[in-house]
Every structure is written in structure tokens, then in C-alpha cells.
């Protein structure tokens, strides 16, 4: 079973410059989540999705990152203008999404942003 | 909300001798509680997870932990590690009644097994 996967894995940009992340999670998992891991911290929930719907984006920056699962398979992440701050590692997971369970979430690799 | 806390963010110890990684937590409702490892340049992959019943639980890699409600902790035990296990370690929790599962992690401890 293919796992999760995410591209670009690294990324160098200088600031108020825009990105874009892709995440392609294991067929069949309905919940996708996009976590932000600052150097020396645990994963942060950005947003989360049920299917193509948005369940938990209370954490995300919305004045400058959005994100979309088209169709409900493929999630993009982007930021729009990028800050130093945003120099992270950004996960992304799935899970089966069934409701009320503690279905593991499986982990992509992440993509590495440095913003210069 | 919850939180957790992991107080020892770097664990050194010796090749095959055994270690405790130490969590605890903050909730004002029930939760689950998870253990991940997250190797160099990888993403995060589950070891364990304690959802109900016994309070000890045995994940992959000969890792266990214990849950221990009055205590609110729940810290990872190895009884002999290997080079391999150098990695860094999240606790996690998630509220058990909300719908859709929302992990918040702890900051991590970094497992340095030398020979």
C-alpha cells in the first residue's frame, strides 16, 4: 500500500514570495491534515478536511496560507506572501476519518520551506 | 483544551540499556494518548496508542508505555535500546468526544542512543 505522499520535499524562498505544497494521501482515507513543525517543536494542526469539506482550520494564518482538497484525494497548501516565520517542515497525514474513532494517522514525508 | 508536556527535550543513553521517555498531559476531558517516532528527513509514524483497557500498551520496536490517569502521564519505556532508536519522540493526545480526531502534540524529546 502506497503511503503518503508530498512535493515538493524541499523549498528555498525569499520573503513575500508565494508557494505551493501537494499532498496525495493512502486511497480511500477520507480526513486529510496539513500540521506545521517549527525546528525544535512538536506538529501544529493547520487544517483539516472530511472528504472535500473543511472540519478545523482555527489555526491557520488565513490572511496568507489557504488550502483545497479538490475532489476529495489531493490537498494543495499555499502560502501567499511568505514570511521568515513560515521556515518550517509541513506535514501532511491522513486517516479513514471515521467518525467518533481513533483511526491512526498515517504521515507523509513533509516539505522543507526555508524562506530567506 | 489540551496539552501536553514532554520535559526532557534530549534523552543521551547507552546501546542496550534501557530508557523512559517521560509525558505528561493537561485535559478537562477524557482523551486518547499516543506515542510517534519521527526518524531524520521522515515524516511522523505511530508507535503505540492507548484508547481503553489495560493501561499497558505495547507498540512496535519493543516499546511500551503506561497510562496512568492520576498521574496524567503517560511515558514510553524501552528495556534495551538500539542504535537504531535514535530519533525523535511526540506524545500526542486527542479528545475522545469530539467527532473527527485532532492531534496536539507535545514539543518532543530527542532520543540519542550511543555505543
Known amino acids: 500500500e502506497a503511503g503518503v505522499a508530498q512535493s515538493p520535499r524541499y523549498k528555498i524562498i525569499e520573503k513575500r514570495q508565494s508557494v505551493a505544497f501537494w499532498c496525495n494521501p493512502i486511497s480511500g482515507h477520507a480526513t486529510l491534515y496539513w500540521y506545521q513543525q517549527i525546528l525544535g517543536q512538536g506538529p501544529k494542526l493547520l487544517i483539516q478536511f472530511q472528504n472535500n469539506g473543511v472540519v478545523d482550520d482555527s489555526q491557520l494564518p488565513k490572511d496568507r496560507f489557504s488550502a483545497e482538497r479538490l475532489k476529495g484525494v489531493d490537498s494543495t497548501l499555499k502560502i501567499q506572501p511568505a514570511k521568515l516565520e513560515d521556515s518550517a517542515v509541513y506535514l501532511c497525514?491522513?486517516?479513514?476519518?471515521?467518525?467518533?474513532?481513533?483511526?491512526?494517522?498515517?504521515f507523509g514525508p513533509g516539505t522543507r520551506l526555508t524562506v530567506l | 483544551a489540551q496539552s501536553v508536556t514532554q520535559l526532557d527535550s534530549q534523552v543521551p543513553v547507552f546501546e542496550e540499556a534501557p530508557v523512559e521517555l517521560r509525558c505528561n498531559y493537561s485535559s478537562s476531558v477524557s482523551v486518547y494518548l499516543f506515542w510517534y517516532v519521527q526518524y531524520p528527513n521522515q515524516g511522523l509514524q505511530l508507535l503505540l496508542k492507548y484508547l481503553s483497557g489495560s493501561t499497558l500498551v505495547k507498540g512496535i520496536n519493543g516499546f511500551e508505555a503506561e497510562f496512568n490517569k492520576s498521574q496524567t502521564s503517560f511515558h514510553l519505556r524501552k528495556p534495551s535500546v538500539h542504535i537504531s532508536d535514535t530519533a525523535e519522540y511526540f506524545c500526542a493526545v486527542s479528545d475522545m468526544n469530539t467527532g473527527f480526531q485532532k492531534l496536539v502534540f507535545g514539543t518532543g524529546t530527542r532520543l540519542l542512543v550511543s555505543p
Open positions: 497525514a491522513s486517516s479513514l476519518g471515521r467518525i467518533g474513532s481513533s483511526d491512526t494517522q498515517y
